[in-house]
């Protein structure tokens, strides 16, 4: 079993196009296939699971759209809060996420708060994430520690800057799945994917299921992994 998956989450406006539907009915779906998934890691023991929620590239879409998915966020964190609590899922949302609308900050503070303490899955929702921005940022924390004396220059590798990652208190990423056919990774998790098993499915995200995630699981579990070793 890996101890950490990553999810791109990818096709919901493609499943809404096929059925002819409005693409927040897509993403409306997407969110019920969230559940699903974050359930299934639970029961299967996975210590924690990262999802590509809103990239910072998203922004670039329709004022409408943008306004569906923040909505959408705030009434699945407002219904999903306290079945985290109860089932020991730590909720952990990395990116600029504090950028966000001031309600949605608060309601993400709150809702990290309460399940802070849990230990059974970590749940972490990147939201106006870039993996290029994480780079820089981490940098710029590094930067900062050198000019302040805190670290040495010589002392800078590769334990210290994952350190100043935001996924620094989370296992070291096992496997990355994209759904939806594409093969690429968006700016996601760049530093955290050097060594990941990467699997990709051409199905659509809002039809993702516990039976799909398994079936990455257990591909990954039939693989080697090597770590440029050999």
């Known amino acids: 079993m890996p101890r950490h998956v990553a999810i791109i989450m990818d096709g919901n406006g493609r ?51 943008v306004g569906d998915l923040m909505g959408l966020l705030k009434h699945f964190i407002v219904a999903d809060i306290d079945e985290f609590v109860e089932n020991g899922v730590r909720l952990k949302v990395i990116g600029r996420y504090r950028e966000l609308a001031p309600d949605i900050v608060a309601l993400i503070d709150d809702a ?29 924390a590094i930067a900062a520690r050198v ?32 759904t939806s056919g594409e093969q690429r990774l968006s700016n996601f ?3 955290q994917c050097a060594y990941a098993e990467l699997w990709f499915t051409d199905t659509l995200w809002p039809d993702f299921s516990r039976a ?19």
């Not at 499943?15 to 559940?35: D, F, N, S």
């Not at 998203?58 to 759209?65: D, G, L, V």
């Open 112 to 140: 990290v708060a309460r399940t802070s303490e849990n230990s059974r899955t970590t749940l972490a929702v990147a939201l106006n994430y870039g993996a290029q921005d994480e780079l820089v940022r981490a940098t710029s």
């Open 15 to 65: 499943w809404a196009k096929q059925r002819h539907l409005p693409r927040a009915m897509g993403h409306r779906r997407g969110v019920e296939a969230v559940r699903e998934i974050v359930r299934a890691a639970g029961d299967m023991g996975l210590e924690a699971l990262t999802l590509y929620a809103f990239s910072s590239e998203n922004w670039k879409r329709p004022a409408q759209e």
């Open 189 to 191: 998790l760049l530093w």
């Open 212 to 230: 799909h995630f398994a079936q990455a699981l257990a591909e990954y579990a039939a693989r080697e992994r090597r770590f440029g070793g050999r």
């Open 147 to 178: 000019a302040e004396g805190s670290l040495a220059p010589a002392d800078i590798d590769t334990d210290a800057f994952a350190d100043a990652l935001d996924t620094a208190d989370m296992p070291p990423l096992d496997l990355l799945i994209r």
